[in-house]
């Protein structure tokens, strides 16, 4: 099986705009291929995760990778699947995530010996002559059949600012910018790209008559159509400063029974026959591929070690106090008793379980806060020093731990 059929197989490819052409590049080793990233965040998150994982599958399978920093687009914005307009962005807060990316990347794809590059399209787009870009770029854009395009038509409903509008232009530019320069043949990028991306392939071929290539790849939907990678406190981070390696393994153990087997296929480098073996598991055996699935994606990010302790900590029952060293912790200092207490609600907030009073007040009132095994059932709850120099264990819901300690 090339790794074409293999893209297929894991249910991964969404559109292509040749598949004969695409299928013989990749499953061949003669792609040299990009996928962007918008450094809105000094971290990438779940988001950014199946691209990730594309482009190692398509390195190991000898095709070059190029990782492409939109360091130039980010000061404009993408359109795409939103709404409202993105907050402008400086360039040293640009410059300074895209230094996280770079070190998170290296994670997934291999960058020695010019196996793959890493490159900021901020190179050629903050140079670029207005009046130039018109006559040469622009000319070849149609206005009518960029209207026509999904992101626009969304944005339209709410007001299409001229800067945006001009996102496309500069996304195809890029695509010609990589061809020129380092003979980038293909692009790939999210479902809702595709506009943009076949912007690309029409300027290289208006402009140099050559052929290029785009493929889009599914979004990480769940089994309701929403995008993975979100919870009640934010997005899931692959930094773990933001989103710690047990919060991370947590995360993927959580799934709902119907999304285990599409993550395991879109996300892991298991073979296809060991995930057809735990499509098989019914009813609670179904947690052993969430275990699985966890492990896997946590030792991707955060390694070996970290994985073993993030899933030796998810198993530890709870109330025990033998093994959750590596659950999330929150220390507290004298000063944050009052008379030798803490009120449950203000405690909730401390260890960021709720985001405010109002929220912590309703999760007890319906029955969703345990302390050390012990339902909570009176909002006026009161937790002494004492239970703290023991350290306690809050447990929100069915499946959110979190130790509290004295400092």
Not at 103 to 122: C, W, Y
Request: glycine content about 8%; some cysteine; charged content about 25%.
């Amino acid at each position: 099986m090339g790794v074409y059929e293999e893209l297929q197989e894991r249910g991964l490819i969404a559109q292509v705009t040749d598949e004969k052409e695409i299928k013989e590049l990749v499953n061949n080793g003669k792609a040299v291929f990009y996928i962007g990233f918008d450094p809105t965040a000094d971290s990438l998150h779940v988001g950014h995760f199946m691209a990730l994982c594309l482009m190692k599958r398509l390195q190991m399978a000898g095709n070059k990778p190029i990782a492409l920093i939109g360091g130039g687009t980010a000061m404009i914005g993408d359109p795409s699947g939103r709404t409202d307009m993105r907050q402008m962005m400086t360039k040293e807060t640009i410059d300074h995530n895209v230094e996280c990316f770079k070190k998170q990347m290296s994670k997934f794809i291999d960058f020695s010996d010019d196996k793959a590059l890493l490159v900021n399209n901020a190179e050629w787009l903050l140079d670029l002559n207005y009046v130039e870009v018109l006559r040469e770029v622009g000319a070849h854009f149609s206005v009518n059949r960029m209207l026509t395009a999904e992101c626009y038509k969304q944005r339209m409903e709410k007001g299409l600012s001229f800067l945006e509008f001009n996102y496309m232009i500069m996304q195809s530019y890029d695509f010609y910018a990589l061809y020129k320069k380092y003979g980038c043949n293909m692009q790939f990028g999210g479902d809702d790209q595709w506009s943009n991306m076949l912007g690309g392939t029409e300027l290289i071929r208006r402009k140099l008559g050559k052929d290029a290539y785009a493929m889009t790849i599914n979004l990480l939907l769940n089994s309701e159509g929403k995008k993975m990678g979100k919870t009640q406190s934010g997005a899931v981070w692959l930094d773990a400063e933001k989103t710690s390696p047990y919060e991370f393994y947590q995360y993927w153990r959580n799934v709902d029974d119907a999304d285990v087997v599409k993550c395991l296929k879109m996300l892991t480098f298991l073979p296809l026959s060991e995930i057809a073996e735990l499509e098989k598991l019914e009813g609670s055996e179904i947690n052993k591929a969430k275990e699985v699935l966890a492990y896997e994606l946590t030792n991707l990010i955060h390694g070996e070690e970290e994985a073993g302790k993030a899933q030796e900590a998810a198993r530890a029952l709870f109330g025990s106090k033998s093994n959750t060293e590596n659950m999330p912790t929150t220390e507290l200092s004298a000063d944050d008793f009052a008379d030798g207490e803490i009120g449950i609600l203000d405690l909730l907030v401390k260890c960021s379980l709720t985001s405010s009073k109002g929220e912590g007040r309703r999760l007890v009132q319906q029955g969703g806060i345990s302390v050390d095994d012990v339902k909570i059932t009176e909002i006026a709850h009161k937790v002494s020093v004492d239970d703290v120099k023991n350290s306690i264990i809050i447990k929100k819901g069915k499946k959110v731990f979190h130790k509290v300690i004295l400092k």
